[in-house]
């Protein structure tokens, strides 16, 4: 039975990778339950497959053995095409109902029958979004925020808001991605204010059904900044009094509401060390008001600046919550970065997952595209992301969850590049089951979102996603080299970036060190600033010493000299130029590949349309990093 061409292709994005509905209804059976909310989730299970599963009768089966969670069994009998889906929750239903229908897209063929079970990995797959009140998004490149504050009211919101989120909730249950923070962490007080509380019931109550459960990013400071209270102090008994009514409030709401994300004490945000408090001190505070409702506190570790001032950025996390390890209260998380500067197109893995042992912790990964040419380069984060857990295994490691910066806007396609969609739906993938790989994420997205196409084609276009977090790193800061970009908006190079006025943690020259002898960072313990000695063995001796140090974290690690030879003969200063003339090159090498016609008659017009244009404007900036990088270089170096 061949797939039929779907119907509701919009050419311009704004379904995502959603599945295409068909032309005739099929024949799905669904389980009767009392629950309501469990109700209205196999009701969406149901009509996603009768709207686009194109073989013969699926029944939903809700059972009593496997295990409890939100996995599920799909058994597929080719003699008719049919299928079982199988879980013991709703939810698994739904997930379930999502696995069938991609598989049906990306397989090979439909004449054997199938068979397999899947469960998520992690318990917590979370977005974080970066938007504030007044729509703006912090590290947005899509437009405006998603949540239309002014179209929701107490007891509703408008019907084109709704069909919007109803497509971002579809999104994110289709790939697994069970729980949001709806706001920026650098938060505004007026967010646990009554009217936008009242408004976040509206957002809850829409998502529930699709498993996604609602979560607020708090400033710590907001008692204080209402004027309920006379100070933000964790240990004052009218402040925690405080956050219990707070707390108290927020679940007659939204009595699923997950709990809070919080930024403390970083980059100018209160905390509690403005009261010569611990961050444990005001994590537990906070985790004490949560506790009845069963709620949870995520506080994140990106912290500098504060209380080591001088000490290598790098170091800073680790220095700052080790001696807290174990102080934390259990329903209290811990959220790191992947590496321990910010995002940066390449870094080791953050030190801190090797020393907090005693403490609950999640993964922070940034979907957006902040360092990595935002949306104007074409740059899929899976191979970043699955390098992270090549040394941070997050089930091994015992991780509770995995954050992502969301890319999100209210561009209609989401997602500003048509090809950053595929970051967002690689993180969920990623975040239910991490042992996927790259490639396989790719081919999905792909077929998913522009339909199947000839192989060969489809292959070029999964090499060059592959590629291309590698070009961006070639092109950008290769061998190790980091945060050198333009100030504040960290779009293009900015080398001699230095201003008296900003903390030099912030100046491009802190972090590359360039001078006539040499360049890079010396972060060894025994010439540099030990951060070595923060990584577990044998990473730590790895990185220590020059010679053993990959050549992908040289940079990172060592300042190196000039004519230093890498392992293939070339000098470090050749090298360079190697890293930079192979990012560009490559750029250029995707876009002849756009224009092919074959690409040209695979990928809608609109969507190819701006991709091409989108190209040209990467592989330009390519060449302004080259240029401007190399120069800048080799100026310092005397020539």
Not at 16 to 45: E, F, G, Q, Y
Not at 571 to 580: E, F, R
């Amino acid at each position: 039975m061949s797939p039929e061409p779907p119907v509701d292709n919009d050419g311009v994005g704004a379904t995502l990778w959603l599945p295409r509905k068909t032309s005739t209804p099929a024949h799905v059976v669904c389980p009767k339950v009392a629950d309501r909310n469990a109700a209205a989730t196999i009701a969406i299970a149901g009509r996603e497959l009768q709207e686009s599963w194109q073989g013969g009768q699926v029944t939903l089966r809700l059972v009593s053995e496997g295990c409890d969670n939100d996995g599920y069994h799909i058994k597929y009998k080719a003699a008719d095409h049919s299928a079982v889906v199988s879980a013991r929750r709703p939810l698994g239903l739904l997930y379930g109902a999502y696995a069938l229908l991609r598989w049906q897209a990306t397989k090979e063929g439909n004449d054997r029958d199938a068979d397999w079970t899947s469960a998520p990995a992690l318990q917590r797959r979370m977005l974080n979004h970066w938007d504030n009140p007044d729509g703006s998004v912090e590290r947005g490149y899509a437009g405006k925020s998603i949540w239309k504050w002014e179209q929701i009211t107490k007891n509703g919101m408008t019907d084109s808001l709704r069909q919007r989120l109803t497509i971002y909730a579809r999104a994110n249950a289709s790939v697994g991605i069970n729980a949001m923070v709806v706001n920026n962490v650098n938060a505004s007080p007026k967010m646990v204010t009554r009217p936008y509380l009242e408004k976040l019931k509206v957002i809850a109550d829409l998502l529930r059904p699709y498993g996604i459960q609602v979560w607020l990013s708090i400033n710590f400071g907001s008692p204080l900044a209402l004027h309920e209270t006379k100070t933000a102090d964790p240990l004052d008994a009218s402040v925690q009094r405080w956050w219990q009514r707070k707390a108290r409030e927020i679940y007659k709401l939204i009595p699923d509401f997950g709990g809070f994300l919080v930024k403390a004490n970083s980059e100018g945000q209160p905390g509690p060390g403005d009261y010569h408090r611990s961050h444990a001190d005001g994590a537990n505070m906070l985790a004490d008001a949560l506790k009845p409702y069963g709620g949870t506190v995520i506080w994140r570790s990106f912290v500098y600046g504060a209380n080591h001032k001088g000490e290598d950025r790098v170091m800073q996390a680790v220095s700052e919550f080790k001696p807290m390890d174990g102080l934390f209260h259990d329903n209290v998380i811990l959220q790191s970065k992947n590496g321990p500067l910010d995002f940066q197109p390449r870094e080791p893995y953050a030190p801190i997952f090797d020393n907090m042992t005693k403490t609950p912790q999640m993964a922070e990964l940034q979907i957006t595209q902040e360092y990595t040419g935002q949306s104007l380069h074409l740059v899929y984060l899976a191979p970043m992301w699955k390098e992270f857990f090549s040394y941070v295994d997050p089930v091994a490691r015992g991780l509770k969850g995995i954050a992502g910066v969301a890319n999100t806007g209210d561009d209609t396609n989401w997602c500003g590049h048509p090809f950053s969609q595929s970051n967002w739906y690689a993180f969920g993938r990623l975040a239910w089951d991490p042992s996927l790989t790259s490639q396989q994420i790719a081919h999905e997205w792909l077929l998913q979102t522009f339909g199947r196409g000839d192989s060969v084609t489809v292959a070029a276009l999964e090499d060059m996603m592959l590629s291309s977090r590698e070009a961006c790193v070639d092109y950008m800061m290769p061998l190790g080299l980091h945060h050198i970009f333009a100030f504040d908006h960290h779009y293009g190079p900015e080398p001699d970036g230095y201003k008296a006025e900003y903390p030099l943690e912030w100046c491009p020259v802190y972090y590359h060190k360039a001078d006539k002898q040499g360049l890079g960072f010396d972060r060894t313990v025994a010439t540099g600033s030990g951060a070595t000695a923060q990584y577990r063995e044998p990473y730590r001796s790895l990185y220590e010493n020059v010679k053993t140090c990959p050549e992908q974290y040289l940079l990172w690690f060592h300042h190196v000299a000039w004519d230093y030879r890498l392992a293939n003969g070339r000098t470090l200063w050749q090298s360079l130029c190697d890293h930079y003339d192979a990012g560009v090159r490559r750029v250029a090498a995707y876009r002849v590949l756009w224009q092919s016609p074959a690409v040209r008659s695979y990928v809608d017009k609109v969507q190819w349309q701006q991709v091409d244009k989108l190209l040209g404007t990467q592989l330009n900036n390519a060449r302004l990093w080259q240029h401007t990088c190399l120069d800048y270089f080799n100026g310092v170096r005397g020539y």
